[in-house]
């Protein structure tokens, strides 16, 4: 079940036919996105009517029940509430309950059904239909986090070209021989599409478990059906996508998992830990996006300088995640360093610190 009544609103809007209802769903987020605590809890109490209100309104229900109304009328007026139109002049929500006049005016609006644009993020849909306000307070500060972080790695990836030696020392535990200035461009270029790009954050935490209730755009261009993630902390949107999307999962939400920040620069004598603030899982995420990034499979030399066994064929390897593997990574294969989202997340982590 929906946590809020503006969940419900979006869950019955998301289902109207390829692709309106989901960029109707978009653009309700992205406004949601930009009202205060209170102007959303405003727009969720006006959504808020249960079965008393049928028999007020003497409600022939037809073929649908009491519930599928109520969320219809839910998804006409959350339209209005948040001011996606308009329609045509003096089209206000219907005060009715009648399910032909409902699916009339949620018709109407479909031609209003727009591509998010601008710069930014937004918190998508799902966010807002599953996640708690916890929740959407801590992605909000994770971007802001993963902003700095980021601006710090310019700052710290530029003194290394300048030969400065703590900047140095940084950049080569992180991404081995590789040229700083190769570096430096690949941020800048990174810091300059994401302020330039309109970024959708999709919720996958554990309020997400609602099969069929849901249906967003995922991390391509197909419309999935929302689920939770629990197995890694996030994805993005594939470099050649049309949708600009983050997602984040149960992880990422977790702080026994995820930390508000650091104190102290990654070491690398500790095996089998992340070590993930959640600044630096946006950074990871928008590096796959922007600079297409991978999650570079462990190759033999890194399981040799870790004295672990190297895979038989046809067995799964481990993936490019956390202090040692990565700076491991750094040392013995710089070019995958170079193009694998954790070393740019534990490089921005630390600059951040040093910078």
Not at 64 to 81: G, N, P, Y
Not at 167 to 191: C, I, K, S, V, Y
Not at 201 to 220: R, V
Request: glycine content about 10%.
């Amino acid at each position: 079940m929906a946590k809020t009544y503006i969940g419900k609103a979006l869950c019955r809007l998301s289902k109207v036919p390829n692709p309106d209802g989901k960029a109707l769903c978009d653009q309700i987020a992205n406004q949601l996105t930009q009202m205060t605590s209170g102007a959303v809890k405003t727009v969720d109490s006006a959504l808020n009517f249960g079965w008393l209100a049928y028999q007020t309104h003497g409600v022939h229900l037809g073929g649908m029940s009491a519930a599928e109304v109520a969320d219809k009328r839910r998804a006409a007026m959350i339209l209005s509430l948040v001011n996606i139109g308009p329609v045509s002049p003096g089209d206000a929500v219907p005060d009715s309950w009648e399910d032909m006049k409902l699916s009339a005016y949620i018709r109407r609006h479909q031609g209003n059904a727009r591509k998010v644009t601008g710069s930014g993020y937004y918190l998508k849909g799902s966010f807002w239909a599953f996640a708690s306000h916890n929740e959407r307070e801590w992605t909000k500060q994770s971007w802001n986090e993963g902003l700095r972080m980021l601006d710090a790695g310019i700052s710290v990836m530029g003194r290394a070209v300048g030969g400065h030696t703590t900047a140095a020392d940084l950049a080569r535990r992180w991404f081995g021989t590789t040229a700083p200035r190769a570096l430096h461009e690949r941020l800048q270029a990174l810091r300059l599409a994401v302020g330039t790009s309109r970024i959708g954050i999709g919720y996958h935490g554990t309020g997400a478990l609602n099969p069929g209730k849901y249906i967003e755009e995922g991390s391509g261009v197909i419309a999935t059906t929302l689920a939770q993630l629990d197995s890694e902390w996030g994805f993005a949107s594939p470099s050649h996508a049309a949708h600009n999307n983050l997602g984040f999962g149960a992880r990422f939400f977790n702080p026994g998992e995820t930390a508000i920040s650091r104190s102290e620069v990654h070491t690398i004598s500790v095996r089998g830990v992340m070590e993930v603030t959640r600044g630096g899982a946006i950074v990871h995420e928008l590096s796959h996006r922007y600079l297409r990034t991978d999650d570079q499979e462990v190759p033999n030399e890194v399981y040799e300088f870790a004295d672990r066994p190297i895979p038989a064929p046809g067995v799964s390897r481990a993936k490019g995640y956390g202090p040692f593997t990565c700076f491991a990574l750094a040392f013995k294969r710089p070019e995958l360093a170079a193009n694998n989202a954790d070393n740019f997340r534990l490089f921005c982590e630390d600059a951040l610190l040093i910078s």
